[in-house]
């Protein structure tokens, strides 16, 4: 927490915050656009909210992209402001954007999850794509044969059969990268093997609504939390972290 509290009490960093609020995915060139600093002093800024897991980098080909994790913010909101003030203070906002003749806004950011696992990059590609696996860790069980182009099915465990979801295999690199189309969105397994870990990172994108977002905040870490703790210890959570009151 004092590394966010640093991040954020800068000018220059709550701005490169505000930008990627506004425009999710920017490269560092596009963030020092709106700067008026040198490039090097920027990325200074930008490693200070990387340490401050205040955003997180995805690697797309030769280019980096920015994506703000609004995760340790909700943190800071629910410890510092949720128990005290959140009633009056949502109250005070709504009056302040009506006085302003200014509209909430409506736009969707892209949901960005990072988690590291002690395993090799070919164990999780294998728990990624493995139907008895993802039946495991997830309660659904993932069908597909995961080559470009083909169909995939998120059917339920409990003998029925029903699909609750699915979509198609946009591309499929073993062991590093899976993008996939999840219903009308888009989502990226991203797998970056180093030494006797990897940082597995999921991109949710071309969410329909801000409920569709909420839902997926919770859904995707308590998936890839069963997830680790399958290929760690050989066994998902002992109880479905999903059904834990939110």
């Known amino acids: 927490m004092d590394l966010v509290f640093k991040a954020l009490a800068d000018p220059t960093r709550r701005s490169m915050l505000d930008s990627l609020r506004r425009q999710d995915g ?10 008026s600093m040198a490039r090097q002093s920027a990325t200074q800024h930008l490693q200070l909210l ?16 920015h994506y703000l994790n609004p995760v340790p913010i909700h943190e800071l909101q629910r410890r510092w402001i949720a128990a005290y003030e959140e009633p009056r203070l949502r ?25 590291y696992i002690k395993a090799t990059a070919e164990q999780v590609w294998h728990a990624l794509t493995d139907a008895d696996l993802t039946a495991e860790y997830w309660g659904h069980a993932n069908v597909s044969d995961w080559q470009p182009g083909s169909t995939w099915e998120h059917r339920r465990t409990d003998g029925s059969g029903v699909v609750d979801a699915g979509g198609t295999i946009l591309e499929a690199v073993p062991p590093t990268r899976l993008v996939m189309t999840f219903d009308n969105s888009t989502v990226t397994f991203t797998v970056e093997p180093s030494q006797d870990i990897v940082r597995l990172t999921v991109t949710h994108e ?25 290929l760690e210890t050989g066994r998902p959570l002992p109880q479905a972290p999903w059904e834990m009151p939110a």
Not at 50 to 65: H, I, P
Not at 98 to 106: F, I, Q, R, V, Y
């Open 91 to 115: 109250i005070l906002d709504a009056v302040k954007h009506l006085a302003e003749g200014s509209p909430m806004k409506t736009e969707i950011p892209t949901y960005v999850y990072v988690t």
């Open 206 to 230: 071309k969410l329909a609504t801000k409920e569709d977002l909420d839902a997926i905040s919770l859904g995707w870490p308590a998936v890839l939390a069963n997830l680790k703790s399958l």
């Open 50 to 65: 990387q340490d401050a897991n205040l955003v997180t980098v995805v690697r797309r080909g030769r280019e980096k992209l």
């Open 26 to 35: 920017q490269t560092l060139s596009m963030l020092c656009a709106g700067l």
